[in-house]
C-alpha cells in the first residue's frame, strides 16, 4: 500500500481547489451541467436549432481505435445538420473516412481545416502537444480522459485556455448523467443523512487480447484499472465531494494476474480535507460481471448509480433508468457551461499522478488463479473477487484490511 499526505492542487496557493483553477469565466461550468428535464439524451440528436446557423466545423485526432466511435457520432450529427466534420487525422490508415479529408499530421490539418472543435482521441501521454497545438489554433477542444498525466501537465493546458479563451471538455461521459445530478441533489438536502463514505465498485473481465490492443497496453503511467477503464468510476466520486476539493491522503493497494507493468485488481482511497472518503475496489480479473456502480452511504439513507447505464437507486430497491447529456453537444451548444471542464478533473489528475508514483503492482500467484478459455480470448479470474470489491466499497476499506489476496510468495 502507498500513501501519500495533504497536497495542494492547481489553483491558488495554500490549499487549492478543482474549480477556482485561474478558469476563465466560460471554462468553469458546474459539475452538474444539467437538470432532470433535459436528462434522456440517448435519443437521436435534434436538427439544428436554426437554418440559418453554420454548423461548427469539427475536426477528430486519433480516428483509430477508440476513435471509431467519436467517428460513428460525428457521422450521425453531420447527418443532422448539427456539425460539420472538417477532418480526421491519425499516425495510421485511416479506414472507410468517406469524404472526409485525412492527414497523418495534426498540424498540418489544423493549418489547412482551422476547425472549431477538435476530438483528441490519442494515447494520454500524448495529449498536452496536441491540445496545446488545438487551443492556440482556435479551437475548442473534446479531450479524452484521462485528460493529463500529470498537475504540471495540467496547470500548462488550463494557462493556455485562460491565454486564448478556448475550452475544455474531457470526455467523462459519466459527469453527464442526470442520475449523478439527482444524487448531489438527495446529498445537498440531507435527504440521506450525514455522508458516511462514497465508493464505487467494479468486476469486469478482460482476456489476453485486451492487454495487447495498442503498444501502450499495460503500460506504466498510460495504462491500468484505476487509470482507465474505471476512470468514470473515480471521478463520479470526486464529483460528489463537498467543492472546492482539498486532498488530504490517498492510499493504493494496486495486483496484477498477468506480466503487465500495471493494476488490473486494485482499491483506492482518499481522504479530503472536508466531506467523507472515497473508496474505489475494482478488478479486471472478475468471475462474472459487476457492471460499476457508486455507492453513497449516509445515515439516514443511501444512494446507487450504477454509472455505465444510469441506473439510479435511492434509499429504495427499486432501480429508475435517468438519463444523460451528451459533452459534445454540450460543448457545441453551450460552451459556456461546460459539464466537465478542465478546471473540475484536477482532483482525478491528483489521484492519477499518486497512482503513477505508486511501486509496482503485486503479482499474484498464478497457482492460486484460475484460467478460462484459450489463445486471444484467454481470461484469468481471480477466485472470490467479485464479493471483495463489493465488501470494500461497502465497508470503505481497503482490500488488505478485509481480506489477504493470493500474491506470490517470496
Known sequence: MTSAGARDLPGSAGARDIRDNAVSARDKGTLSGITRAQAPTHEAPAPAKSAKAKPKRVALIGANGHGRSHRRKLQELSE?????????????????????????????????????VVIICTPPHTHLPIALDCVRAGADLLLEKPPMLALADHETLQAALDETGQVCQVGFQALGSAGLTRVREAIASGALGEIIGISAFGAWQRDDAYWSRSPWAGKRTIDGALANPFAHATMQCLALLPQPIRIASIEVERYRARPIEVDDTATLRVRPVDGPPVVVAVTLC???FLPGSVLVQGTAGEAELEYPTDRLRLSTPDWETTGRADLLLN????????????????????????????????????????????????????????????????????????????????
Open 80 to 116: 443532422a445538420n448539427r456539425l460539420e466534420v472538417a477532418a480526421y487525422c491519425d499516425v495510421a490508415e485511416v479506414d472507410e473516412p468517406g469524404e472526409v479529408p485525412v492527414y497523418r499530421d495534426h498540424q498540418a490539418m489544423l493549418a489547412e481545416t482551422r476547425p472549431d
Open 331 to 410: 460543448l457545441l451548444d453551450d460552451r459556456d457551461s461546460l459539464i466537465a471542464p478542465l478546471a473540475v478533473t484536477a482532483a482525478f489528475t491528483a489521484v492519477l499522478e499518486h497512482i503513477h508514483a505508486a511501486p509496482t503492482p503485486i503479482a499474484l500467484d498464478p497457482a492460486r488463479l484460475v484460467e478460462r478459455h484459450a489463445g486471444p480470448a484467454r481470461q484469468v479470474v481471480i477466485p472470490g473477487i467479485d464479493q471483495l470489491v463489493r465488501t470494500a466499497a461497502r465497508r470503505l476499506a481497503l482490500f488488505s484490511e478485509i481480506s489477504d489476496l493470493p500474491t506470490e510468495r517470496p
Open 286 to 288: 472478475a468471475e462474472g
